[in-house]
């Protein structure tokens, strides 16, 4: 039986465990001047604290491919060389303490330009147009502009151009994020894609620039390293709910998987949601997993499941019972960096630790009362 704290092994990757670090947006980035979309002090020690604290891969935050594909100015970017090299004080630290290092690249498309969430203003400071595959607005966001064919094969260069840059700066694992309403997902979706081109209508057409990003990035991307794909299962409309339009659908995240995993792509980090705001969901514990459950039987492609993680005993019945193969936690991980250490102790897993720490990760603390 598969354990937590097992090997994992995709190409030439081998992971310490299957405890990964999600990606999760900092807004820390210097939002203008030269080092601009670059990694900072603040990454350094966001990332540094989850790899002391255990975790088998840390992923990076959502990266815009170019300028225009970022929510904030303070998004984190990978469109030029001094972007790349911001990162290599942080990758050379994980991989001293055994830990691999992604990175997830995206385009936000209709949802760009937003600002931070705890900004008072809902947009940025300087807007820039958004581009999406069909001039539907998210929400309250202004509608945005749609992209003519020439812009899409950009696109497609601009992704690999970027897993170039990743490539050159030493990450051991590439996410194409094609979830949560981003500009991937937004060609996907039904609701969101209303293209009469080949990039849209048909399940062909509308899973078209998904494909050709793939292929585009597999080519450059080193053949012994990993790639990802990041999938919003389902839109939670029609399909997968009695909601009355239509969207993408547990089943197509099925079949994607199968068409990306012939051509390059090495795992689905599955999660669900985000294509329009007016959707209400029940969420709760794993509530998330059985979609993991589902692309991994029915598709055979390795996944990892995230969404309201937050036990060890609950994580290792995940891994154990074949729901997926590795769990990604995200604010479990904001509130105890050391939550791997942690599961460790409670699954009675003897792991590495730091020399400078192992007392107090090895030994039980004893309270007595009177």
């Known amino acids: 039986m598969t354990g937590l704290f097992d090997l994992f092994t ?4 081998t992971f310490e465990n299957r405890i990964w670090m999600s990606p999760m947006m900092q807004f820390a980035s210097e939002p203008s001047g030269p080092d601009t979309g670059a ?10 604290a989850r790899s002391v604290g ?19 100015e303070y998004d984190l970017g990978l469109w030029n060389d001094q972007q790349g090299r911001s990162h290599r004080r942080t990758i ?30 809902p947009y940025v400071e300087q807007e820039w147009e958004r581009v999406a595959p069909s001039a539907e607005p998210f929400g309250r966001i ?18 690999a151009r970027s897993a170039r840059l990743a490539r050159d700066a030493g990450f051991d694992v590439l996410e194409l994020h094609g979830a949560h309403g981003y500009l991937i997902h937004q060609f996907l979706s039904p609701l969101t894609n209303q293209r009469s081109d080949r990039y849209g209508g048909s399940w062909e057409n509308r899973t078209r620039f998904a494909v050709e990003v793939v292929d585009a990035v597999r080519r450059v991307w080193p053949d012994d390293k990993p790639l990802f794909f990041r999938t919003s299962a389902t839109d939670w409309l029609g399909g997968d709910t009695d909601d009355e339009r239509e969207g993408w659908t547990s ?24 294509i329009t705001p007016d959707v209400k ?11 993991a459950e589902k692309i991994r039987v029915e598709s055979g492609m390795p996944t ?24 990604f936690l995200a604010r479990e991980l904001l509130r105890n960096p050391n939550w791997a250490q942690r599961a460790a102790f409670e699954l009675e897993v003897p792991v590495r630790h730091p020399q400078q720490y192992a007392r107090g990760f090895q030994e039980r603390i004893r309270v007595t009362t009177r």
Request: proline share 5%; aromatic share 8%; hydrophobic share 40%.
């Open 251 to 274: 089943a197509d995240s099925v079949s994607l998987a199968r068409v990306l995993g012939d051509r390059g792509v090495d795992l689905f980090d599955v999660s669900t949601g985000g």
């Open 92 to 121: 050379d630290f994980l991989h001293k303490y055994g830990t691999a290092v992604g990175i997830q690249l995206v385009h936000a498309g209709r949802k760009a330009a937003t600002g931070r969430p705890w900004s008072d203003s």
């Open 39 to 48: 990694s900072t002090d603040w990454h350094f020690q966001h990332f540094a």
């Open 304 to 327: 990892a499941a995230v969404g309201l993680i937050t036990e060890p005993y609950q994580a290792e019945q995940i891994v154990a019972s074949g729901q997926a193969d590795a769990v």
């Open 142 to 159: 202004p509608a945005p502009r749609e992209l003519a064919i020439e812009e899409i094969e950009s696109l497609v260069t601009d992704f």
């Open 281 to 291: 969901i029940t969420v709760g514990p794993n509530y998330q997993v059985p979609f």
């Open 54 to 72: 255990g975790v088998g891969l840390a992923m990076v935050e959502a990266t815009s491919i170019r300028p225009d594909g970022r929510s904030s």
């Open 10 to 13: 995709l190409r030439g990757m």
